[in-house]
T-cell receptor
Framework: DQQVKQNSPSLSVQEGRISILNCDYT??????FLWYKKYPAEGPTFLIS?????DKNEDGRFTVFLNKSAKHLSLHIVPSQPGDSAVYFC????????????FGQGTRLTINP | NAGVTQTPKFQVLKTGQSMTLQCAQD?????MYWYRQDPGMGLRLIYY???????DKGEVPNGYNVSRLNKREFSLRLESAAPSQTSVYFC??????????FGDGTRLSIL
């Protein structure tokens, strides 16, 4: 069973517009969520995170929103830039399994000029 | 440069062969992890080591063994490689409550 799901394998957005990447989870014990960005032939790099006690966290062009009742989080990128083209993974961590991250399948974001 | 170094970057094996994937970090992080990434599956945890001298199973440990040689090094061994183990393998490290920091991966093909 997939505890963290990214239902959109790919997303295409025009440069300068907003990119919205979505992630759903099923385990109510998850209390910390992260987004990673991955370029081809490189490892994932940490982008932004949010604790379950918050509903929003912002870092420059990147904002993550958390809706605990819906078990849903989203990553907003505004404005989108060509360098944002990458695969984005959401990941979740629970208190009891704090060492373990559970990843979604990833969404490939393409920013078109 | 500080970071996580994985060797080799690429490897092709025949079914039944054995090999060890190496991971070394110079970030002085306590915890180290091995993941595999397969198309449409995201990253799945194979084994992790919360601290030097300890190792624990992750989500998909079957067919693998690990060794935390010292604080810097965490190796992943395939004793008898199978085609189902064709994947990209990532090593990661973490300390305290920091996010995990990943190496650039080892691309492994098993024929």
């Amino acid at each position: 069973d997939q505890q963290v799901k990214q239902n959109s394998p790919s997303l295409s957005v025009q440069e300068g517009r907003i990119s919205i990447l979505n992630c759903d989870y099923t385990n109510s014990m998850f209390d910390y969520f992260l987004w990673y960005k991955k370029y081809p032939a490189e490892g994932p790099t940490f982008l932004i995170s949010i604790s379950s006690i918050k509903d929003k966290n912002e870092d420059g062009r990147f904002t993550v929103f958390l809706n605990k009742s819906a078990k849903h989080l989203s990553l907003h990128i505004v404005p989108s830039q060509p360098g944002d083209s990458a695969v984005y993974f959401c990941a979740a961590r629970g208190i009891q399994g704090a060492q373990k991250l559970v990843f979604g399948q990833g969404t490939r974001l393409t920013i078109n000029p | 440069n500080a970071g996580v170094t994985q060797t080799p970057k690429f490897q092709v094996l025949k079914t039944g062969q054995s090999m060890t994937l190496q991971c070394a970090q110079d970030m002085n992080h306590n915890s180290m992890y091995w993941y595999r990434q397969d198309p449409g599956m995201g990253l799945r945890l194979i084994y992790y080591s919360a601290s030097e001298g300890t190792t624990d199973k992750g989500e998909v440990p079957n067919g693998y063994n690990v060794s935390r040689l010292n604080k810097r090094e965490f190796s992943l061994r395939l004793e008898s490689a199978a085609p189902s183990q064709t994947s990209v393998y990532f090593c990661a490290t973490r300390t305290g409550t920091s996010p995990q920091h990943f190496g650039d991966g080892t691309r492994l093909s098993i024929l």
